[in-house]
């Protein structure tokens, strides 16, 4: 049976970025479907009833929800391109450790920093932001073994979850005039994103920095005006 496959997703989103990453790691065609989100599609919501978010995984019809459960599906789906997770179980068990930790800790402390309304709680949040970026890049060392990637040789499981973030990493740098990733405190994160970024995998689906911050404004400013009408 022929493999088709379908992304539903918005260009914007980090979480999308994450499938469209792995895909072309593996060399496999895919059809990019964009969801505008208001009204959801009934794709969506056929294709994922219980969050009715993106991004989807469409594998001949069959869908695949969350992100990193997305990532690890095509891993093991696809044989082609190099392995996304180490063979080791031990070694998965660290990649999907540092994985979670960049989602449920570091970017939710990214965004509290670009949220933070008084100058004590943006200072409060970028501490955090930054001692989570200490962490990130003790754990690069010690998982990289001196290659390029998290995952060695090859971009992996660890480097998509945190990689997908960077379009928002540097629209916060540029919106607040500070850089998060700096290379006095993270040398080693300045260079893996450089490279990471650069990767022919990554490069044709990682979105402008000015064309997200022109979008990440017009959020803003929907916030500002739904909190301004309660």
Known sequence: MANEVKVLGAWPSPFVMRPRIALNLKSVEYDFIEETMNPKS?????SN????????LLH?????CESNVIVQYIDEA???????????????AIHRFWAAYVDDKW???????????????????????????LLLEEAFVKLSNGKPFFGGDNIGLLDIALGSYLGWVRVSEKMNNAKLIDESTTPSLVAWADKFCAHEAVKGVMPETDKLAEFAKVMMAKRQAA???T
């Open 42 to 46: 009934e794709l969506l919501l056929k």
């Open 49 to 56: 009833p219980v969050h009715k978010k993106i991004p989807v």
């Open 60 to 64: 001949n019809d069959k869908p695949v």
């Open 78 to 92: 696809f044989s082609s391109g190099s392995s996304i997770l180490p063979s080791d179980p031990y070694d998965r």
């Open 107 to 133: 970017f939710p402390n990214m965004m509290a920093a670009s949220r933070a309304e008084t100058p004590e709680a943006k200072a409060a949040a970028a501490d955090q932001l930054k001692e989570g970026l």
């Open 227 to 229: 909190a301004a009408s």
